[in-house]
């Protein structure tokens, strides 16, 4: 896995696409963005706490510094890193 480290900017809004039910977690930067695969189910928020974790985790952020911002039942999803 490749670390997202460099965008670890307080401030900064995160654009990334999420597909639930994969078969492992990453996180993959592509020419489109990032994208994110978990491998839990996308109800009651599971998939967004799964993300979410998984992203702090590459960020090097404690993940109560990232707040979902935008698609909160949508694929893509907006996500801000509170200082």
């Known amino acids: 896995m490749t670390s997202l480290a460099h ?3 307080p401030g900064a809004e995160i654009a990334i696409r999420v ?3 994969a078969s492992r977690n990453r996180i993959t930067e592509a020419e489109d963005g990032l994208r994110a695969y978990v491998t839990v189910v996308p109800e009651d928020g599971k998939a967004n706490a799964a993300v979410q974790k998984l992203l702090a985790k590459e960020l090097g952020v404690a993940k ?7 698609g909160q039942t ?3 999803k907006v996500f801000r890193i509170d200082p």
């Open 74 to 76: 949508s694929r893509d």
């Open 64 to 70: 109560s510094r990232l707040t979902l911002i935008r």
């Open 19 to 21: 597909t639930p039910k």
């Open 7 to 9: 965008l670890a900017q």
